[in-house]
């Protein structure tokens, strides 16, 4: 406690409290934001736990709106995925379209379908295996374009067989050319 009768020494005095109070309440404060990250961490933590059960949740309720859609859309994907686990080059080759625009959160934007292509057969063939998710898939119409399909599946490295593999999202775009389709878009999320 300062008892000053000198006017500057009171004015320091003054001061030093005043500085004590604002270390006081900046610690405060930091103390409130450190409590305030690590129960939004928790929370955060907290809900990673459930991610496949919350991505399982989204799906069960879809129901298609164009069943025959759907089915050739589901189809499409097998026959696509079916080729891309045995190593069919010639499938996927007719599956992708011309201009495809790969999206991949990793590895990022891949334009070209012939680095596409090479890039599957160097780095996925007889090395990683893909499986769906079953009953995950979303179809929905796009006017006068296709489809786009929705859905989670999880990849299995061969040379890692005890590596685990969480389901990760995947969207497609589907072009419609007559009865034949194309693969234009994909976005692919682990």
Not at 41 to 57: F, G, M
Not at 99 to 111: C, N, P, R, S
Request: proline content about 3%.
């Amino acid at each position: 406690m300062c008892v000053l009768q000198n006017l500057s020494l009171k004015n320091l005095c003054s001061n030093q409290l005043t500085m004590s109070a604002l270390k006081v309440t900046l610690l405060l404060k930091l103390i409130a934001m450190r409590l305030l990250v690590s129960i939004v961490l928790i929370s955060l933590l907290s809900s990673c736990n459930t991610k496949v059960e919350q991505s399982e949740d989204a799906y069960r309720n879809y129901k298609p709106d164009d069943l025959k859609l759907y089915e050739t859309i589901v189809a499409m994907d097998k026959i696509y995925f079916d080729a891309y686990n045995t190593c069919d080059m010639v499938t996927q080759d007719a599956i992708y379209s011309e201009d495809i625009e790969f999206f991949h959160d990793k590895g990022g934007l891949m334009t070209s379908k012939t680095d596409l292509l090479k890039s599957l057969e160097e780095n996925i063939c007889n090395k990683v295996t893909r499986e769906l998710l079953q009953g995950s898939i979303e179809v929905y119409p796009i006017k006068d374009y296709g489809a786009v399909e929705i859905g989670f599946h999880s990849f299995h490295n061969k040379e890692e067989p005890d590596a685990p593999s969480d389901p990760s999202k995947f969207i497609v775009v589907w072009k419609q050319h007559g009865d034949d389709w194309k693969i234009t878009k994909v976005i692919s999320l682990h």
